[in-house]
């Protein structure tokens, strides 16, 4: 007899399983995945010399840096959820980028008053004050074990830049596709691309000396290191010779900010993910509570009712986040109304299960009646039980592929994240309104959602994803595989994804899915487009005792592991 994936859900769990198609690394006592293995490898060796999971987020924070350079970073920005086991609480770090003091809502427009690409991801204007320094500062001096000095958790990072990069298949595959970003600035071009500014070769050495000195800079004096004095001086002479309006001031007054996480229930699993100015958690919790009401786990896995459900809901929550998300401390977002289930209930209204609404007949909700590649991100759990879900991001890839010279850092695009102008799409697609509008000291809206999941107060998934956009998308899909179709963490980390963020009008999706299955979502009206990859995420779950942990196949070079 045929079972529904509901029904077998409780054995595919089981890892052993032979229902299971993939298997994820297992341990008893910790976990790490990350999209890099020497990274991943410094944070279990920071948890085996007894540190937490903290200690080993700041390590791996500052060895990306070195490892991943299209991502990992000093130069960028992101958030961190913290989850501390003994009293039970989860907390955030937000050290998202911010806005200098000179900028203007207008800045990114040209002379005919239209949004102006070349400002907003090729000049020093797209360049916000970076924040990574500080918020793995802030982790560390609040929740670190307290038994490693912070030049010691940042020794490994420096440990690997004085070896240098040599060129691996991953590397090589990323740097021709920012090589002419690169090829701008002799700055970076001296590091990144060949004398003859083409791309590295499998086996090439890049040096990074003046990352070293940089590293041993912060190691020395901490985020002051970064924030003033020589490191600090270069980097704004960099931005402003690229056009930029960054000032010493600026990365002097930068500070990170600790915020209370956004926190949802589906079907009995608590979720609690990263507040504004990220997006993500707000909206993963929309879209799940919207589709609380349909029996996902008896239509099956990405069949197309359930893919359908997903789209028509991930419409409306986008639809919200055009006009109501921004920077809290700057505009006033109705946070408990978009995620009330009152709410949901009557966007779910407005779903039709055998047809597709167009976009443009879409339109932001009245949540106030219900008052009640280019990102990385890397997930943690200690023997202890405390968790770490970070992700960070320079925005594209490589960044800006500005080099501050004599810094090894590279900056930031992430004001591109801001609206230009109210309906004008940014990078990714996403429109925005006057809600994520550049202004001085403000941090822009952001789709990176670390997020966790909790069940009868237990810790259960530690989640997050790199892709834009999308990442919503893939962090809903890795709660729903698990919770509704009981697939284990490296089946969901692996299985066909789907993604509708309202505008552009179509429903991405992976190879992979069904043909049939596209033919029906076709006749219910969506417009489906096969598209690359979305996304990757790096997931580990816990359940009585046991951890499991996956990385995302999608990437290259990327690591599990545990002990």
């Known amino acids: 007899m045929f079972l529904l994936s509901s029904q077998v859900s409780a054995q595919s769990q089981t890892i052993a399983s032979d229902l299971a198609i993939a298997r994820p690394v297992t341990s008893r006592h910790a976990m790490v995945v990350s999209q890099e293995a020497a990274a991943s490898r410094v944070g ?7 540190g937490n999971a903290v200690d080993a987020a700041v390590a791996i924070g500052f060895s990306l840096a070195v490892t991943l350079p299209r991502a990992g970073n000093l130069g960028g920005g992101g ?28 800045m990114f427009l040209n002379e005919k008053r239209q949004p102006d690409r070349m400002k907003s991801l090729f000049s020093g204007l797209s360049i916000g ?20 000095t912070f030049a010691e958790l940042i020794a490994p ?31 970076s071009a001296k590091i990144y691309l060949r004398p003859d500014k083409t791309a590295p070769r499998p086996g090439d050495h890049l040096a990074l000396n003046d990352l070293v000195a940089t590293l041993e800079t912060i190691a020395s004096r901490g985020a002051a290191g970064f924030y003033t004095g020589p490191v600090a001086e270069k980097i ?3 931005v402003q010779e690229a056009g930029g309006r960054m000032t010493l001031e600026d990365l002097a007054g930068y500070h990170a900010v600790e915020r209370a996480p956004v926190r949802g229930n589906y079907r009995g699993h608590g979720i609690v993910s990263m507040p504004p100015p990220s997006s993500g958690g707000v909206h993963i919790i929309e879209i799940a509570n919207i589709l609380e009401g349909f029996p996902l786990g008896a239509q099956g896995f990405n069949s197309a009712a359930t893919i359908h459900a997903m789209a028509e809901a991930e419409k409306l929550a986008f639809a919200d986040r055009s006009l109501y998300l921004g920077d809290p401390d700057f505009v006033q977002i109705p946070v408990s109304s978009l995620i009330s289930k009152i709410y949901a209930d009557d966007l779910r209204k407005k779903i039709v299960s055998d047809h597709a609404r167009p976009a443009i007949e879409v339109s932001p909700g009245r949540p106030e009646r219900y008052e009640s590649d280019q990102t990385t991100h890397f ?59 550049p202004a001085p000291a403000k941090r822009p809206l952001s789709s990176m959602s670390p997020t966790m999941v909790f069940k009868d107060g237990m810790l259960e998934l ?25 697939l284990n963490v490296a089946e969901a980390a692996q299985a066909p994804r789907v993604h509708h963020q309202w505008q552009p009008d179509e429903l991405r999706i992976e190879r992979g899915v069904s043909p049939d299955t596209i033919r029906i979502l076709e006749a219910f009206g969506h417009r489906v487009v096969v598209r690359e990859a979305i996304g990757s995420a790096y997931t580990i779950a816990r359940k009585d005792g046991l951890l499991t942990g996956a990385a995302d196949p999608r990437h290259r070079g990327a690591l599990a592991e545990g002990y």
């Open 379 to 437: 997930s943690i759990v200690d023997e202890n039980g405390n968790a770490v879900a970070n992700t960070y991001t320079l925005n594209l890839p490589y960044g800006s592929g500005l080099v501050a010279e004599g810094t090894g850092v590279l900056l930031n695009v992430e004001l591109d994240d801001f609206s230009a102008k109210p309906g004008a799409p940014n990078n990714y697609g996403l429109l925005g309104g006057d809600a994520n509008a």
């Open 44 to 50: 279990i060796d920071i948890l085996k010399k007894g």
């Open 462 to 486: 530690v989640t997050g994803g790199a892709g834009g956009s999308r990442i919503i998308s893939i962090v809903l899909q890795i709660i729903l595989d698990t919770v509704d179709h009981g």
């Open 157 to 187: 990072a420096a440990a690997l830049a004085r070896q240098g990069l040599m060129v691996d298949d991953d590397l090589a595959d990323s740097l021709p596709f920012a090589a002419a970003a690169l090829a701008r600035h002799p700055s």
């Open 129 to 148: 004050v970076p924040g990574t320094v500080a918020g793995l500062e802030l982790a560390w001096r609040k929740y670190g074990s307290g038994r490693f």
């Open 79 to 106: 958030f961190m959820l913290i989850h501390l086991s003994e009293s039970k609480t989860t907390t955030c770090v937000d050290y998202r980028e911010t806005a200098p003091a000179l900028t203007t809502k207008d």
């Open 236 to 238: 704004v002479a960099a």
